[in-house]
């Protein structure tokens, strides 16, 4: 038992990163708590693994004392002189134990403590490898989705995680094998383990799909500016270029539509418009409302947030869009309030 325990700490310290040391403090005090269950009447015990020797030894601790009250926890400093005349008064004097049952209790606890150390290594690496990964995105295979919940779990490298159904475009029916992208939008350290929470509704993942689509935006040529989504319906993207030989808007549709459809088709064709950003807040907000066309954009005075927008007849149902999404992510994307009007109730 003895030889298994410490090849298995130098296996553990090896792949698992997990300190030998810190492992045997774990392992003594465990082993050290098992005996005293099984054992009454050894108050004061040390255990002592031994990494060198591949020895684990147990033993019973007495206190020195001139005169001894209780024999279980003391040793009288005459009968300890017997053994060494270094002892003194309140030294701690120490015989080791042989118990025929300490072999089997030191195995099971052992095991017990060398089990959870792993699974405590695989969070604790876990949590550090996906604390990298906060806010990115990550390529994920569905092997298991709920029939009752629709909560699918998916395959992210070694580990598997649940992407709950409320996390999920709607309308998307997850199929097992299908291979997804999901963002990670926060790690919990919870006391069963690390919950890493993913998401395909978040716009951060709109964001990451056009830096890995978009070449210029990951150089730093294009930048997404603002983003307003709502999820499996529509989204708005505001990009503006720094370089002025280069079209933000064209870089980020790119040949033939291609690299926007491969966004679309990732998200369950999910619309996407594509507007300049800017600074100017009439040329924002006229800008926002595609596919609308707009007349004018003027700022009321009564607020330094709060625009009127005026379009043609026919296209203030296309300004204001179904149920009026449109006009509610213009002013999501822009951070404005947003009057739309058309010509005739204007002039009226």
């Known amino acids: ?9 130098n296996v553990l310290e090896a792949e698992k990163g997990i300190s030998k040391d810190y ?8 082993l050290l708590s098992a005996f005293k269950k099984e054992h009454g009447g050894y108050e004061n015990a040390r255990v002592k693994l031994d990494p060198v020797k591949q020895d684990v030894k147990l033993y019973k601790q007495l206190t020195v004392v001139d ?15 017997m053994k060494s ?6 030294d701690v004097y120490e015989i080791e134990l042989k118990t025929k049952t300490f072999g089997r209790i ?11 150390g792993i699974r405590e290594a695989e969070r604790g690496n876990m949590i550090r490898e996906y604390e990298e990964k906060k806010e990115e995105i990550v390529s994920a295979v569905v092997v298991r989705v709920d029939p009752t919940t629709a909560n699918a779990t998916l395959e992210i490298g070694k580990n598997e995680m ?31 383990g690390p919950s890493i929470v993913l998401s395909r509704i978040h716009p951060g993942l709109v964001a990451r799909l056009f830096e890995l689509e978009v070449p210029e935006i990951k150089d730093g040529i294009v930048e997404i500016k603002r983003i307003a989504r709502e999820a499996g319906s529509r989204t708005k993207i505001a990009v503006v270029s720094n370089d002025e030989k280069v079209d933000a808007i064209g870089a980020c549709i790119g040949p033939k539509g291609a690299r926007k459809n491969n966004i679309t088709a990732e998200l369950f064709g999910e619309k996407i418009d594509i507007i300049p950003y800017s600074e100017d807040n009439e040329a924002f907000i006229s800008a926002s409302l595609a596919p609308a066309t707009v007349n004018s954009v003027t700022k009321l005075p009564d607020s330094d947030r709060s625009y009127r ?8 149902s296309l300004a204001i869009g179904k149920e009026g999404q449109n006009a509610r992510l213009a002013a999501k994307l822009t951070g404005l309030k947003i009057d739309i009007k058309s010509d005739s109730s204007f002039a009226e």
Do not use: W
Request: proline share 2%; charged share 30%.
């Open 162 to 192: 649940v992407l709950f159904r409320n996390d999920q475009i709607p309308g998307e029916t997850l199929q097992v094998g299908d291979r997804i992208k999901v963002f990670i939008t926060e790690i919990k350290k919870e006391t069963k």
């Open 106 to 116: 030191a195995a099971q606890a052992a095991k017990q403590v060398i089990i959870q």
């Open 23 to 30: 492992m045997i403090e774990r392992i003594e005090a465990a």
């Open 1 to 9: 038992m003895n030889k298994e325990l410490f090849e298995a700490l």
């Open 67 to 81: 005169e001894v009250l209780d024999p279980q926890t003391e040793i009288s400093l005459d009968d300890a002189h």
């Open 85 to 90: 005349k270094r002892y003194k008064l309140g």
């Open 309 to 316: 927008v005026i379009v043609a007849d026919d296209q203030l």
